[in-house]
């Protein structure tokens, strides 16, 4: 093997490993947040927690049902309780247990959303590449970032009205 493939096998293990890496740091956040939080869960300790996210693959199992709904502008959501960046799904039998419905869960998430979103600046965008295309991003690490096409105003007032590829960095994807 000549040093020129060498080195490119130790860029690409080296990149396996930091993906590989960081999957297991986010899987040990959600762990740790997961253990602050009470038992079982109130509804006014998770209310302001609550996110909403879009809802990608999902296979659940049986008596796993997550609560779905689909959101402004047509897109399939999941909630999230917020746990200082690892979140933690909202299924059917916690929604039954807080005596809500969708749509009162939906309306706090959307609320939180909007509040969180208000609190990003221009600044907080940065670009980079992605598979040879530019894109624009929230660099400030949120995990919610994808969410922000629920919020079209916000997305404007951040990304601005110019065609754009858009990327969301983090664990709501």
Wanted: net charge positive; aromatic share 6%.
């Amino acid at each position: 093997m000549d040093t020129r493939s060498r080195l490119e096998s130790f860029a690409t293990l080296r990149r396996t490993l930091g993906v590989v890496a960081g999957v297991a740091r986010e899987e040990r956040a959600l762990r740790r947040a997961a253990r602050s939080m009470p038992r079982p869960v109130p509804w006014d300790w998770a209310r302001d927690r609550l996110v909403p996210l879009l809802g990608g693959p999902y296979l659940g199992r049986p008596g796993d049902d997550l609560v779905r709904t689909t959101l402004d502008p047509g897109c399939a959501g999941v909630f999230g309780l917020d746990l200082g960046g690892a979140f933690a799904n909202v299924d059917t039998v916690v929604a039954r247990r807080w005596e809500c419905t969708t749509a009162q869960i939906r309306d706090a998430a959307m609320t939180n959303l909007r509040q969180r979103a208000s609190q990003l600046e221009p600044e907080d965008v940065s670009s980079g590449t992605l598979s040879g295309r530019i894109v624009r991003l929230i660099h400030r690490g949120v995990g919610w970032a994808s969410s922000l096409v629920l919020v079209p105003e916000e997305l404007m007032r951040l990304f601005g009205s110019d065609d754009q590829i858009l990327a969301a960095l983090g664990r709501s994807i």
